[in-house]
């Protein structure tokens, strides 16, 4: 199944869960008719759901259920559906029960009464439990994703509301409009243009008109920019034999420390042996914030004097994690940007200090960059990418910007995977990226149904 048969199938999951919960709160509020209305929302569920889901959920129903379901309008609809002719019948029968011309039907009618309200608020929630576990069983990363995004989302869905507030057809008009719109949420220039092309294809060739199947192809071409078949590239590599290591690099401020601290905490919950570097020597107080980090963290740490040689630092690290058997080295460096001739010159010493003493390291050279900075991200990426072998991103701080569409000109502009994104503050706040649960947090709920 693709990435967006997926989004779609938790798109659908979410709107039912939210159609249930308004029911739940519905049903409170009318206690008096509380049978019937909980009825008539269980037959807008099921005009809503699958057909054989409505077949599934009529023959579960009971018969006195169904008496009093095709009293109401919609039942109506229902039964005009094929399956559901029974119902009709018995429709006549309940009217006939209440005017109590039938004894028979009567009994019938009491019965079902005293034993429909428990028999439906169980089934009601067994539903509700049904979508609940489902939604849970992935739902704690799943928030991290959804609440992180939460800005880049709503923002992106204000955009498309704007854009399509005056959608009339689609012309060129709305093409040069798409595209700005596109671009604002910052998924590149080259993104934007692709999907304005696909766009225009998919118009002449398929039934694209209306505006909801436009909005849903944008949506579905940028969760398709996901769909890699090897999501495997978004896992560190980690060395099988001897230490791993790890290096980070990225200019200041763009949380190269903290997500070090983050996950040095994560690896030695699993169980790791973790030592960090303190290589960004240049000064004190980045010394200190990763010492800090360590402390809390419990793991150990390499560091020396502010103004030290950081190949210095590496060297004394690298050794100590093959001598004390680490499992795993994470290097923090300075990110000096205003010469870049030095940055890489550094950069080449420490790697080779690193490949010497443990061949085949660093397993990972880490870029980390802030996302609230936008298409400025990319160049940093760009001009990294030049003085550095990048193995992967760290994309920081998406929790406090609405510009999550720059994971999206990364991967399709700079074509370095995004390992990391940092969603929050806090340690779990780190995630491994998943284009499923990022997708998901990006454009939940913008795909019409
Ligand atoms: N909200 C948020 N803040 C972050 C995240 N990652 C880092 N920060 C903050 O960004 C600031 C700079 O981080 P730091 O690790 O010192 O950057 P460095 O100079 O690259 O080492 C700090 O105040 C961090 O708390 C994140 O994912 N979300
Ligand atoms: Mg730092």
């Given at each position: 199944m693709?990435?967006?048969d997926?989004?779609r199938k938790k798109n659908k999951k979410d709107l039912e869960k939210?159609e249930a919960?308004?029911?739940?709160?519905?049903?409170?509020?009318?206690?008096?008719?509380?049978?019937?209305?909980?009825?008539?929302?269980q037959s807008e569920q099921s005009e809503q759901s699958e057909q054989s889901e409505q077949s599934e959920q009529s023959e579960q129903s009971?018969?006195?259920?169904?008496?009093?379901?095709?009293?109401?309008?919609?039942?109506?609809e229902q039964?005009?559906q094929s399956e559901q002719?029974?119902?009709?019948?018995?429709?006549?029968?309940?009217?006939?029960?209440?005017?109590?011309?039938?004894?028979?039907?009567?009994?019938?009618?009491?019965?079902?009464?005293?034993?429909?309200?428990?028999?439906?608020?169980?089934?009601?929630?067994?539903d509700?439990?049904e979508i609940?576990?489902e939604?849970?069983?992935?739902?704690?990363?799943?928030?991290?994703?959804?609440?992180?995004?939460?800005?880049?989302?709503?923002?992106?869905?204000?955009?498309?509301?704007?854009?399509?507030?005056?959608?009339?057809?689609?012309?060129?008009?709305?093409?040069?409009?798409?595209?700005?719109?596109?671009?604002?949420?910052?998924?590149?220039?080259?993104?934007?243009?692709?999907?304005?092309?696909?766009?225009?294809?998919?118009?002449?060739?398929?039934?694209?008109?209306?505006?909801?199947?436009?909005?849903?192809?944008?949506?579905?071409?940028?969760?398709?920019?996901?769909?890699?078949?090897?999501?495997?590239?978004?896992?560190?590599?980690?060395?099988?034999?001897?230490?791993?290591?790890?290096?980070?690099?990225?200019?200041?401020?763009?949380?190269?420390?903290?997500?070090?601290?983050?996950?040095?905490?994560?690896?030695?919950?699993?169980?790791?042996?973790?030592?960090?570097?303190?290589?960004?020597?240049?000064?004190?107080?980045?010394?200190?914030?990763?010492?800090?980090?360590?402390?809390?963290?419990?793991?150990?740490?390499?560091?020396?004097?502010?103004?030290?040689?950081?190949?210095?630092?590496?060297?004394?690290?690298?050794?100590?994690?093959?001598?004390?058997?680490?499992?795993?080295?994470?290097?923090?460096?300075?990110?000096?940007?205003?010469?870049?001739?030095?940055?890489?010159?550094?950069?080449?010493?420490?790697?080779?200090?690193?490949?010497?003493?443990?061949?085949?390291?660093?397993?990972?050279?880490?870029?980390?960059?802030?996302?609230?900075?936008?298409?400025?991200?990319?160049?940093?990426?760009?001009?990294?990418?030049?003085?550095?072998?990048?193995?992967?991103?760290?994309?920081?701080?998406?929790?406090?910007?609405?510009?999550?569409?720059?994971?999206?000109?990364?991967?399709?502009?700079?074509?370095?995977?995004?390992?990391?994104?940092?969603?929050?503050?806090?340690?779990?706040?780190?995630?491994?990226?998943?284009?499923?649960?990022?997708?998901?947090?990006?454009?939940?709920?913008?795909?019409?149904e």
């Amino acid at each position: 199944m693709g990435l967006f048969d997926i989004f779609r199938k938790k798109n659908k999951k979410d709107l039912e869960k939210q159609e249930a919960e308004a029911q739940t709160e519905e049903q409170s509020e009318q206690s008096e008719q509380s049978e019937q209305s909980e009825q008539s929302e269980q037959s807008e569920q099921s005009e809503q759901s699958e057909q054989s889901e409505q077949s599934e959920q009529s023959e579960q129903s009971e018969q006195s259920e169904q008496s009093e379901q095709s009293e109401q309008s919609e039942q109506s609809e229902q039964s005009e559906q094929s399956e559901q002719s029974e119902q009709s019948e018995q429709s006549e029968q309940s009217e006939q029960s209440e005017q109590s011309e039938q004894s028979e039907q009567s009994e019938q009618s009491e019965q079902s009464e005293q034993s429909e309200q428990s028999e439906q608020s169980e089934q009601s929630s067994i539903d509700e439990d049904e979508i609940e576990t489902e939604i849970n069983s992935e739902s704690n990363d799943d928030e991290k994703y959804e609440n992180g995004l939460a800005k880049s989302r709503s923002s992106f869905g204000q955009k498309l509301n704007q854009l399509f507030a005056n959608f009339r057809s689609v012309d060129e008009d709305f093409f040069e409009d798409l595209e700005d719109t596109l671009i604002e949420s910052d998924v590149g220039v080259k993104t934007a243009m692709e999907i304005s092309d696909q766009l225009r294809e998919a118009v002449k060739l398929e039934n694209v008109k209306g505006s909801k199947d436009v909005q849903n192809f944008v949506i579905q071409k940028l969760v398709e920019i996901y769909d890699a078949p090897d999501n495997s590239e978004n896992e560190l590599k980690l060395n099988t034999d001897g230490p791993t290591v790890i290096l980070f690099i990225g200019v200041n401020g763009a949380g190269k420390t903290t997500t070090i601290g983050k996950m040095a905490n994560k690896y030695r919950e699993s169980g790791k042996r973790v030592l960090v570097a303190a290589a960004d020597t240049f000064r004190a107080g980045a010394i200190q914030q990763l010492d800090e980090w360590a402390k809390r963290d419990q793991v150990d740490i390499v560091k020396k004097e502010e103004g030290s040689d950081p190949a210095s630092v590496v060297f004394d690290a690298v050794k100590k994690a093959k001598d004390d058997n680490y499992d795993i080295l994470f290097i923090d460096t300075a990110g000096r940007l205003q010469n870049k001739v030095n940055l890489m010159n550094e950069l080449a010493k420490m790697n080779k200090i690193i490949t010497r003493e443990i061949p085949g390291a660093p397993q990972e050279v880490l870029l980390v960059v802030d996302a609230t900075v936008g298409q400025n991200a990319l160049n940093q990426a760009k001009m990294f990418k030049e003085v550095a072998d990048i193995s992967g991103i760290v994309l920081t701080k998406l929790d406090g910007t609405a510009r999550g569409g720059i994971v999206i000109s990364i991967k399709n502009e700079i074509g370095i995977p995004v390992k990391y994104v940092g969603l929050g503050e806090k340690v779990s706040d780190l995630q491994e990226f998943n284009p499923e649960k990022f997708v998901y947090g990006l454009f939940k709920g913008l795909i019409k149904e």
